[in-house]
């Protein structure tokens, strides 16, 4: 209990001799002195310039003299124009203005003491003043209270949106691991279904060719028989020229240069260079059929050449070589009914009914058989004339049809995955903030219209500015970094967009935005201070820092 007594006995005296300092140097410190600055002001000694470069008497201490260079003996006076004379405004804030102020009849301080000379009636409304900074300041601490509530809103969105994105890069890689495994196998499948087929294919071709080509060898010496006449196992000029076929200019005759043409340059040619030699031009002219000896015209090209009408009629007869295809001609005259046009009219109502029976299939069907196996997805030429692929054949190429769909299938769905994943480690690699706050701004734009133009910013991609009227946007920068530090700020203070549009004769364009504490998402300035450099201000939660509810008046 007695130690209790002494504790408030000594408490009291420290508060009175705290309360007694103060109105003593509330007394004795000179008018425009700080209280912080008292100590420097002590009337029982010589005044040192604050910036130590002269000592005077103290009696010269607000002698209306300017005596210091640092202006610090004047601080109540206009004598010096570097002066400070400082307010105390009781009640409301504490402030500095200029010595030239003192006494010049304009009321600066609200507690009136700069013009204490009484040029001019000032009243004191210090506190009136302060009672509404007081309210300001509890409604702007209020609205940052609200800013900051916000921010931690956005935070936790921010840090759900990270975590989710990277559960999901978690999930696709083990399943990238399983589709590479996939996209292998059916990779392997595809080659190994596609070499069989390709062999199908081409043993097919291979058979398709020799058959062919002892088709046409079979046909040239037919036809070498038919145009040999005399069976001397020579064609020759005249025997050429018996043959209305081989007139080139269609002038009725066929002439010795004509023929030989058709003999590669020579007068005569055995069987067997026929079909090396001259087979490959003879057979688009001269079908090798036994009823075309009736065309053959004798032509008079005197002693040596003349063939004897009598021994082409007496040609020996020669079987139709079969699968020839000739060409035939119809020399009936375009009035001149016939029984067959019945038969193309009801072939082409057969088609007309095949046609609308198809509409509802697939595309493929609208095409013949053998067209469908020659546009097969393989490397195959076109070969005219070729029949199409036997049953097997056709099962190996859909089956390489069926693996290249399942590979193609599978290399698109790991393509997709990949696409994702680079996505995803964009967005994780984004800094959004110390605590994940600016995330809600990602895939927004913001506006702000001026006089002239919209700008148009959208965090963490683009800044753009348009005229009002309408025209072409122009980039003024491409998203960068949180630059606060580099302004000697807080590094989230600010955001950095660079590599916009190049000004004429000048630098790319940029802009500096300034974030400030808000409880809406806002762009609320524009303008260009220099040249191709912009400064903007954005006001959003994310910028809101906790705040301290407390008088500072």
């Known amino acids: 209990m007695a130690s209790e007594r002494v504790c408030g006995i000594t408490l009291f005296s420290c508060l009175?001799?705290?309360?007694?300092?103060?109105?003593?140097?509330?007394?004795?410190?000179?008018?425009?002195v700080a209280i912080s600055k008292t100590s420097f002001y002590d009337p029982s000694r010589s005044f040192t310039c604050l910036d130590g470069s002269k000592t005077i008497d103290f009696s010269e201490v607000n002698d209306d003299y300017c005596d210091c260079p640092d202006a610090t003996d004047e601080p109540g006076?206009?004598?010096?124009?570097?002066?400070?004379?400082?307010?105390?405004?009781?009640?409301?804030?504490?402030?500095n203005i200029?010595?030239?102020?003192?006494?010049?009849?304009?009321?600066?301080?609200?507690d009136t003491t700069d013009e204490y000379e009484?040029?001019?009636?000032?009243?004191?409304?210090?506190?009136?003043?302060?009672?509404?900074?007081?309210?300001?300041?509890?409604?702007?601490?209020?609205?940052?209270?609200?800013?900051?509530?916000?921010?931690?809103?956005?935070?936790?969105?921010?840090?759900?949106?990270?975590?989710?994105?990277?559960?999901?890069?978690?999930?696709?890689?083990?399943?990238?691991?399983?589709?590479?495994?996939?996209?292998?196998?059916?990779?392997?499948?595809?080659?190994?279904?596609?070499?069989?087929?390709?062999?199908?294919?081409?043993?097919?071709?291979?058979r398709w060719k020799v058959e062919n080509e002892a088709k046409d060898k079979e046909a040239a010496e037919e036809a070498f028989q038919l145009l040999d006449t005399d069976q001397d196992g020579l064609l020759t000029v005249a025997e050429i020229q018996a043959k209305i076929e081989f007139d080139k200019d269609s002038d009725g005759t066929v002439?010795?240069?004509?023929?030989?043409?058709?003999l590669n340059q020579t007068t005569d040619v055995s069987k067997?260079?026929?079909?090396?030699?001259?087979?490959?031009?003879?057979?688009?002219?001269?079908?090798?059929?036994?009823?075309?000896?009736?065309?053959?015209?004798?032509?008079?090209?005197?002693?040596?050449?003349?063939?004897?009408?009598?021994?082409?009629?007496e040609a020996p007869d020669v079987p139709d070589v079969p699968d020839m295809k000739v060409p035939e001609v119809d020399n009936k005259s375009p009035t001149e009914p016939t029984d067959?046009?019945?038969?193309?009219?009801?072939?082409?109502?057969?088609?007309?009914?095949?046609?609308?029976?198809?509409d509802d299939d697939?595309?493929?069907?609208?095409?013949?058989?053998?067209?469908?196996?020659?546009?097969?997805?393989?490397?195959?030429?076109?070969?005219?004339?070729?029949?199409?692929?036997?049953?097997?054949?056709?099962?190996?190429?859909?089956?390489?049809?069926?693996?290249?769909?399942?590979?193609?299938?599978?290399?698109?769905?790991?393509?997709?995955?990949e696409i994702e994943m680079d996505s995803l480690d964009k967005h994780l690699s984004l800094d959004l903030g110390p605590d994940e706050e600016f995330y809600p701004l990602q895939g927004h734009c913001y506006d702000y219209t001026e006089r002239e133009y919209i700008y148009t910013l959208c965090p963490f991609d683009k800044i753009t500015q348009k005229p009002k009227d309408g025209g072409r946007e122009t980039s003024l920068g491409q998203w960068g970094e949180f630059s606060g530090e580099k302004a000697g700020r807080e590094k989230y203070s600010e955001m950095s967009y660079t590599g916009g549009e190049k000004c004429w004769n000048g630098p790319d364009r940029q802009t500096k935005i300034t974030l400030k504490c808000g409880v809406t998402n806002e762009l609320v300035s524009a303008s260009e201070p220099n040249r191709c450099e912009y400064a903007m201000e954005f006001l959003t939660p994310a910028a809101c820092k906790p705040v301290h509810l407390h008088e500072e008046l």
């Open 98 to 110: 200029a010595s030239s102020k003192v006494n010049d009849g304009i009321c600066d301080c609200c």
């Open 255 to 262: 002439t010795p240069e004509e023929a030989q043409e058709y």
């Open 77 to 95: 006076t206009a004598a010096c124009s570097n002066g400070l004379f400082h307010c105390t405004n009781a009640g409301h804030r504490p402030q």
């Open 362 to 417: 697939d595309d493929d069907d609208n095409y013949p058989e053998d067209r469908k196996d020659k546009e097969l997805p393989l490397d195959m030429p076109e070969l005219e004339g070729m029949p199409e692929f036997d049953g097997d054949t056709k099962a190996l190429i859909e089956a390489a049809e069926s693996a290249a769909t399942n590979f193609q299938s599978a290399a698109e769905n790991k393509s997709n995955k």
């Open 118 to 206: 009484g040029l001019i009636q000032c009243s004191n409304n210090c506190k009136e003043m302060g009672a509404v900074a007081r309210e300001e300041r509890r409604k702007e601490q209020e609205k940052q209270q609200q800013g900051y509530q916000m921010r931690s809103e956005y935070s936790q969105s921010g840090k759900d949106k990270k975590q989710d994105r990277q559960n999901r890069k978690n999930e696709l890689k083990d399943q990238l691991t399983e589709i590479e495994d996939e996209v292998s196998r059916l990779e392997a499948i595809k080659k190994e279904a596609e070499v069989k087929a390709e062999a199908a294919k081409q043993e097919h071709i291979d």
């Open 340 to 358: 067959e046009k019945d038969d193309t009219d009801n072939d082409v109502e057969d088609y007309d009914e095949d046609d609308e029976d198809d």
């Open 16 to 32: 009175f001799c705290l309360a007694l300092t103060r109105s003593v140097d509330s007394d004795s410190r000179p008018r425009g």
């Open 272 to 313: 067997d260079d026929f079909f090396t030699q001259c087979w490959g031009i003879i057979k688009d002219v001269f079908p090798p059929h036994p009823e075309a000896a009736a065309d053959e015209v004798p032509t008079d090209q005197g002693d040596d050449t003349h063939v004897p009408p009598a021994e082409v009629s």
